[in-house]
Nanobody, 127 residues
Framework: QVQLVESGGGLVQAGGSLRLSCAASGRTFSTYAMGWFRQAPGKEREFVAAISRSGIIITYAEAVKGRCASSRDNAKNAVYLQMNSLKPEDTAVYYC????????????????????WGQGTQVTVSS
């Protein structure tokens, strides 16, 4: 089992940047593929980014491609999401999630593939 805690959200002007962090408990962090999702008010949760256990395979949603970069540090039990050129439509609660039972270079882009979720961190982008 793993517990996830996100941080780094906040209020930023359009065009600004934020770096979200997700700290994981436990000694088996490297056995989980990780993902980032977001949920805006009145909308369903949507995929943002996913990173494999190895950290080599990373994929992004079209809406953030070119503006976001995800990375992980298995030694620190952490995964990150660097978000640049933020837009008001990026406003949402951002969640990190962990998926077990995936190969070392596999990723998952659907929320149902993830076993564990953090509590979320709010990102608000003003125009």
């Amino acid at each position: 089992q793993v517990q996830l805690v996100e941080s780094g959200g906040g209020l930023v002007q359009a065009g600004g940047s934020l770096r979200l962090s997700c700290a994981a408990s436990g000694r088996t962090f490297s056995t989980y593929a990780m993902g980032w999702f977001r949920q805006a008010p009145g909308k369903e949760r949507e995929f943002v980014a996913a990173i494999s256990r190895s950290g080599i395979i990373i994929t992004y949603a079209e809406a953030v491609k070119g503006r976001c970069a995800s990375s992980r540090d298995n030694a620190k039990n952490a995964v990150y999401l660097q978000m640049n050129s933020l837009k008001p439509e990026d406003t949402a609660v951002y969640y990190c999630a962990a998926a077990s039972a995936l190969g070392i270079h596999n990723i998952a882009v659907v929320s149902t593939s993830y076993n564990y979720w953090g509590q979320g961190t709010q990102v608000t982008v003003s125009s």
